[in-house]
């Protein structure tokens, strides 16, 4: 009894070492919106493959930039297509790596304890409305978004002097919800976040800016390709999705085949 019982502790001690060496540690730069879900994500993960994946978050364009910079970056998932188009463009990205990881939508919050009475995104013109929020245009895809809004329902010239630029989208939100501006473009999965320290005025007219999607796309300098592989693969699969459907995310096949003509950039 008493060998059978080391021969077990023996083999299990065995798999255990072989296991850890065969794990890997990769790392992803994601679009700071994602934040969230993808920390939910690695933790199941991470139980289901023994590796891990650790995260460097921010705005799309300038975790473009960084991986341009040469940052040891295994995979790469943006806010917008353009980032990536960039990558592929310059043979950063794995050819045929290309995928869509979900879709969001963007929306008008206001302070939750806002006395103004907007009830929609037209109502930013009016004079009450001091400063409005939304992400820096060149390098933060839900401030490219905004603009690309505000431009399609004629605002753009009316709400110009209002404008206050967020380093990220979720800058923009702390400014919302800290009453710092009246009103804020984020996306739904922000304001979800935000709970009941926000209130939503009105969703984006689909039509009124580019598809809001999230393309993934592995590195081309990356050592660990098939493991950075794998955790794409996790999030396409039915633990992934749930996780993503969880935290507002859009996860049907339509947000890869838009059915409105996006708006100009």
Do not use: W
């Not at 007219?205 to 660990?224: N, Q, T």
């Amino acid at each position: 009894m008493r060998l059978n019982t080391s021969l077990c502790l023996m083999v299990s001690f065995v798999l255990f070492v072989a296991s850890t060496a065969r794990a890997e540690t990769i790392n992803f730069a994601a679009a700071i919106s994602m934040k969230e879900a993808l920390l939910e994500a690695n933790v199941a993960f991470s139980k289901e493959t023994g590796d891990d994946v650790e995260f460097s978050f921010g705005a799309s364009g300038v975790l473009l930039t960084q991986i341009k910079n040469g940052a040891p970056i295994d995979g790469f998932i943006s806010a917008a297509a353009e980032q990536v188009d960039v990558m592929e463009k310059a043979n950063l990205a794995v050819a045929g790596s290309r995928r869509i990881v979900a879709g969001n939508e963007l929306v008008m919050i206001v302070p939750a304890a806002s006395k103004l009475q907007l009830t929609t995104i037209t109502d930013i013109a009016h004079a009450e409305v001091k400063k409005i929020a939304i992400g820096q245009p060149k390098s933060v895809p839900a401030g490219q978004y905004a603009t690309q809004t505000l431009a399609s329902l004629k605002l753009d010239s009316a709400v110009a002097g209002k404008i206050v630029n967020g380093t990220n989208v979720r800058q923009v939100l702390d400014y919302v919800e800290r009453g710092e501006v009246d009103a804020g473009f984020v996306y739904a999965t922000d304001a979800q976040q935000a709970g009941d320290k926000v209130k939503i005025i009105a969703t984006a007219p689909a039509d009124s800016h580019d598809p809001i999607v999230y393309p993934g796309v592995l590195v081309a300098a990356s050592k660990k390709q098939a493991t950075a592989a794998t955790f794409f693969a996790f999030l396409a699969s039915q633990k992934g999705l749930l996780i993503l459907r969880k935290h507002g995310f859009i996860t049907d096949a339509q947000v890869t085949k838009p059915t409105t003509q996006p708006a100009a950039k």
